[in-house]
């Protein structure tokens, strides 16, 4: 368990979604959100206060959370000095980064000599399963995308609080770092070898009772070419009963891809579907989940209208509107 509050480092970031586990904890779970380091050219800002590191120390804060999520994962050398720092001043640091705060020899020397924790929350602390694909109790809802880092984690969380106001029975189920960050617990999909992947989800997903609702969080997307199999992972260990597909309208190209546009709506429904329906024949596709936030609101209302009668499935912002429909939808499943 990693202590609270944080001081969320974004490092220098080159654009807001670079920062999205600072992002997501900071709208997810606010109160462990104390501050912010932002080193020169950061390129993202939670509006949350700039906190060097004794200021931070002096607020309370107890665990400096890597919030940067860069291409590859990797550690910049140009954080290292503030890495140190803040371990001399007495705080943890946790990481989700692919590049292990283990891994770092200063690093470690400094964590030993100060007597605190380097937490690496995308290593897999489970020997997880090879997936069978056997038929399990219970329900499991997954979201799925057009592309990565489009709201299918926003949409899962979203979706969960709704179901649990209804008296559902509903269990958010994190599969990155950034939901094992908000949650305290997950399976780091994207760091399990790939033969165990699947099983991985079987195991986060398993049996229960036949009206509970898992409500997986999605990962990649089955049209990016680097990130698909993440994707395929989730669909077929996960054997969901529901689908919720995830986009982003003002996109003009795959994340980090600029030579690869995004897929339809229709073209995911049909890709992921029949994908879906090889572990559980009964799946549906029950709504889509938009992430409006680079639209003004009165173009946001016409885009998702236009949207759901072009579909026929309800359609919504879930961070902006709340998950109500959805989740109306995922307990008529």
Known sequence: MLNTPYLLFLGDVPDPLSAKVAQGIRDWRPEYALGQYRLPGCKA?????????????????????????????????????????ALAAGMDIASGLHNLLRDEPELVEAAEKHGRRLIDVRVPQVQYPIGDGKKRRGKRCLAVGTDCSIGKMYTALALDISMRERGAKSSFRATGQTGILI?????PLDAVIADFMAGSIEWLTPDNDDDHWDIIEGQGSLFHPSYSGVTMALIHGGQPDALILCHEPTRTHMRGL?????????????????????????????????????????????????????????CVDPYRQGADRLAEAVLAC
């Open 258 to 314: 600029p030579h690869y546009q995004l897929p339809t709506l229709e073209q995911l429904r049909d890709t992921a579907l029949p994908l879906a329906q090889v572990v559980n024949p009964a799946c549906q596709v029950v709504g889509v989940s938009v992430n409006t936030s680079g639209m003004p609101v009165d173009e946001a209302d016409r885009y998702l209208e236009a949207l759901e009668a072009r579909l026929g499935l309800p």
């Open 45 to 85: 800002d939670m509006k949350i206060p700039d906190l060097d590191i004794q200021e931070a120390v002096e607020q309370g804060a107890k665990t400096l959370v890597i919030g940067a999520a860069n291409r590859g994962g990797v550690i910049s050398r140009s954080w290292i000095a503030v890495l140190k720092e």
């Open 183 to 187: 949650t305290g617990e997950g399976v």
